[in-house]
């Protein structure tokens, strides 16, 4: 019996076609078009970026209403969430002023310290030092049973910021 190799080799061409091909259709059309979908039609939410990985959903998003800013952020969580069955959520807040970036940095160490000693209650007069000391036009904090969301505001620009409450604690061995 005489094995032709190239009809095995055009169905398996064909198969990977298919497959791949039905999979990558599955995912921009039935995941990631409905999920920009509704992440756009909030209101004062730009999407930005949508990438879905095998392991986890990035979003890059640039949000213009500091006040719903905590309750906008949950909910992409939960419309990522929902349209990609439970994969983890990386939200990139898209916060492009250099300056703002720069004091924050400066001056997150206090609310780091804050966070880990559980005096959440101190945040809000580290922003007003912030606000103060740097002539901030606005500075917002709002706490959760997830996260503190931070907003700062020089007159021009907002920078946003959300810290987890709870870090994830890795053990070797």
Excluded: C
Excluded at 13 to 21: C, D, P, Y
Excluded at 61 to 86: E, H, L, M, R
Excluded at 105 to 124: C, R, V
């Amino acid at each position: 019996m005489k094995v032709r190799t190239f009809p095995i080799f055009l169905s398996v061409v064909i198969s990977s076609i298919l497959l791949f091909g039905g999979w990558f259709v599955y995912q921009s059309q039935f995941v990631k078009k409905p999920i920009a979908t509704q992440i756009s039609a909030i209101k004062g939410i730009k999407l930005n970026d949508l990438t879905i990985g095998r392991d986890a959903v990035g979003v890059n998003v640039s949000f213009s209403d500091p006040n719903g800013f905590a309750d906008k952020y949950k909910q992409i969580q939960k419309i990522v969430a929902d349209k990609t069955n439970g994969k983890p959520v990386k939200i990139e807040l898209n916060s492009p002023d250099a300056m703002l970036k720069k004091i924050w940095e400066q001056n997150s160490f206090a609310i780091s310290e804050a966070m880990d000693l559980h005096t959440y209650s101190k945040i809000p007069f580290v922003l007003e030092n912030m606000k103060n000391k740097y002539h901030l036009a606005n500075v917002y904090s709002q706490m959760d049973d997830q996260n503190i969301y931070i907003y700062l505001n020089d007159g021009k620009s907002p920078y946003y910021a959300v810290l987890p409450r709870y870090k994830e604690v890795n053990r070797i061995g």
